[in-house]
């Protein structure tokens, strides 16, 4: 970028929204916005509750501290701890969750559109990895106390494939990061993906599609 260039978005901080810049939560104005679930207004997050109904509670969730259960078909259980959850995260970009697997257990290839993840393993091992834009795997096995990054936006997983349970606590540089899980996009989409799409893409008939899908769409 040339001087005047620099000096042109040097002066547009002043004058007006920086098309040089890259856009960003705006800062905060007050204390806190403790979300109002229950508000009808419709934002880019949620309406702020008023002060005087704010107590602790908004700002404290129990729901990470015991293992959640993992017999479904994934072998996982994510427990979340956004927004959603503690109404006194809105506007403060930050989130968790928590990660159970049972042996054997995947968090299936999914990107978080809003979000880059930092993974701390609690307990166990997770092999785990994230797929550039290039189509390049990088990919790593972490332990116990090990921290993986993933950035957003782009396609990972974690995997146990220990004999033992293994759990990760999931850090987001966002209040609710949102989670698209590729195959359930995909073959679980409502209205479906139209199977000409998918036999083409995935170079495979539409036998094989329909039987993705009568496993992937919920009875």
Known sequence: MTKSALLFCFLLLFVGPPPCSIAADPELLQDFCVADLNSSVKLNGFACKAPANVTA?????AGLATPG???NTMGLLVTGANVEKIPGLNTLGVSLSRLDFAPGGLNPPHTHPRATEVVFVLDGALDVGFITTANKLVAKTIGKGEVFV??????HFQKNNGAEPAA??????SQL???QSIAAALFAAS???PDNVLTKAFQVGTKEVE???S???PK
């Open 57 to 61: 509670a908004d700002f404290f969730f």
């Open 69 to 71: 259960a993992t017999n």
């Open 150 to 155: 993933f950035p957003r936006g782009l396609v």
């Open 168 to 173: 990760a606590i999931s850090a987001f540089n």
């Open 177 to 179: 990061p949102g989670t």
């Open 191 to 193: 209205p479906t993906v």
């Open 211 to 213: 039987k993705i899908k």
């Open 215 to 217: 496993r992937l769409v």
